[in-house]
């Protein structure tokens, strides 16, 4: 691969340092080749043609914006399989899942954003016969936006769609881990002639250009996903600047399975809740909380489903279990599950690396589907998010205690229910303390309705209406009745 530049202004450009980063492919441990690893400058050149931009892009009007985000999904979508090989080269994950989850979800991003692009979102109140007020909802001007390597191109463009959509425009920055279709994205808008320095993309470390676009004082908004010690991190450099933040965050999911639920409908959604891509996704359900009676049935059906998942080359059509995607954050799983046996936990599936991997494959960074029974709620290894795939399962005797143990984190983000009483589904959801309740279900969404957490899984919501209020300024004008004609 070519070496991975910035794209400022239209142009692909070398970080004005000269500096480089190796990024390395997780199936392998080989380089890709070299990323750029930018600081402040490279950053304020970003800022600076996004600011040179932003008057002609939103004078441009929602119907001419949403355009331009249509033809960025057609080029997305004309390139998915090749965006698709690149994702997985790049993250590790399975090919069938970039070609089938990843790219078809960044396309759909876009051309959701690009139809709500169009719609009038302004207000008018009538207060008496004393005045009318009109609410406009103006961009907010420069936006930030920094996202992850779980989920690369789909979580970038879920931020870049509504960005842009509402008037803004735009700098970002992908994870280091995981810049190949974040590149591929501007090199695509490039060529079909996306106005320069509507979308910058800045690539190099969270502390560096992290940072830099969380300072600079022309930027007013961040969004942001990814690790909630990183959110925390933001929000205390962002407060005293009074900028607007979203701030999405970990997870510690439970997927609450009742005795009167179709077991077969829960374990087989249940094993993809665990382990689709490798666990590393922050919907994953990494608490298993059963009912009692059913609990030993559960567990075998998950340890049993759990070892046929097929690891291996993620580039081969049936891998369904590919690489982490750093060695980094294979040791750090490896070490969450050596933590897990510290406290107690015994350790039915998994726990290791595999010792049978293709040969391409001897260097990656890979780690077997792992179940666990027997750690306390409260020791780390249920109250820490491990982001890979490991799972654990604790019994509960009944609903009040399914409740108690599924809100016992700090996090917030979803949760799953299993179970055939409409009455209890809803008594749970009402209970539960998560942005996001799935009944019988797991990630089944709607780009219409708010995704976010509560507690320590974020602030504020992205999707739909919200993304748009966010990536907006509300100003409402006033006038007297009568008194202009
Ligand atoms: P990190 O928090 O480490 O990084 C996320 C992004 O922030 C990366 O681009 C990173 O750059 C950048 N960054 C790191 N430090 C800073 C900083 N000080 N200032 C500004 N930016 C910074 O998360 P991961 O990439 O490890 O992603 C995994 C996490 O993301 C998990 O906790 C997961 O739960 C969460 N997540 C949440 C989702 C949600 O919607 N709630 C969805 C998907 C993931 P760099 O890569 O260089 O470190």
């Known amino acids: 691969m070519n070496d991975l530049r910035n794209m400022i202004n239209g142009e692909s450009v070398d970080p004005v340092n000269g500096r480089w980063l190796d990024n390395l492919e997780p199936a392998t441990g ?55 090989r690149l994702e997985s080269i790049d993250n590790g994950k399975p090919v069938s899942l970039s070609r089938t989850v990843d790219i078809p979800r960044a396309v759909a991003n876009l051309r959701f954003f690009a139809d709500a692009a169009d719609e009038d979102r302004s207000r008018r109140y009538r207060t008496g016969s004393e005045a009318t007020n009109v609410v406009h909802r103006d961009p907010v001007g420069v936006v930030g936006l920094i996202s992850p390597w779980n989920l690369p191109l789909y979580l970038f463009t879920w931020k870049i769609a509504p960005a842009l959509a509402a008037g803004n425009t735009v700098v970002a920055k992908p994870s280091e881990l995981t810049p190949v279709t974040a590149t591929r994205l501007g090199e ?54 009074f900028k607007k933040l979203s701030l999405e965050l970990g997870g510690k999911n439970p997927n609450i399975i009742f005795e009167d639920a179709d077991l077969d409908r ?17 919907l994953c359900g990494s608490r298993i909380l059963v009912q009692r009676s059913v609990h030993d049935r559960v567990v075998d059906a998950l340890v049993e489903g759990a070892g046929r998942l097929r690891i291996g080359d993620p580039l081969d ?24 046996r510290e406290e107690g936990g015994e350790v039915l599936c998994g726990g290791r690396i595999p010792s049978s991997l293709p040969d391409r494959c001897r260097g990656g960074y890979f780690y077997e589907p792992t179940v666990i029974t027997g750690v306390p709620m409260d020791g780390a290894t249920n109250q820490e998010e491990i982001f890979g795939p490991v799972v654990t399962v604790t019994p509960f005797d009944d609903e009040e205690e399914a409740i108690r143990l599924a809100n016992a984190t700090d996090y917030g983000l979803s949760a799953s229910v299993w179970t055939a009483s409409e009455e209890r589904a809803s008594r749970i959801a009402d209970a539960i303390d998560a942005g996001t309740v799935w009944i019988n279900c797991w990630l089944l969404r709607d780009l219409r309705v708010p995704f976010g957490g509560v507690k320590h899984s974020g602030v504020g919501r992205e999707g739909g209406e919200e993304a748009m209020h966010f990536f907006t300024e509300a100003k409402t004008v006033c006038t007297a009745e009568g008194t202009t004609s």
Do not use: Y
Request: charged fraction near 25%; proline fraction near 3%.
């Open 30 to 84: 080989a380089s890709l080749g070299r990323v750029a690893a930018s600081d402040a400058d490279d950053v304020e050149l970003a800022w600076r043609a996004a600011e040179n931009a932003r008057a002609d892009w939103d004078a441009c009007g929602g119907t001419q914006r949403g355009r331009w985000l249509h033809r960025l999904a057609d080029a997305v979508e004309a390139d998915l399989e090749e965006l698709a």
């Open 188 to 241: 695509l808008a490039s060529e079909i002639g996306f106005p320069p320095g509507v979308l910058n993309i800045v690539h190099g470390l969270g502390s560096e250009v992290g940072e830099a676009i969380v300072d600079h004082p022309g930027i007013p908004a961040i969004s942001f996903t990814g690790g909630t010690a990183t959110g925390a991190r933001i929000a205390s450099r962002a407060a005293p600047r």
């Open 266 to 282: 829960a374990m087989a959604t249940s094993l993809r809740s665990s382990f689709a891509n490798q666990g590393q996704i922050c």
């Open 317 to 340: 059509d049936e891998t369904q279990q590919g690489a982490l995607v750093s060695a980094d954050h294979r040791d750090k799983i490896a070490s969450c599950v050596d933590r897990a």
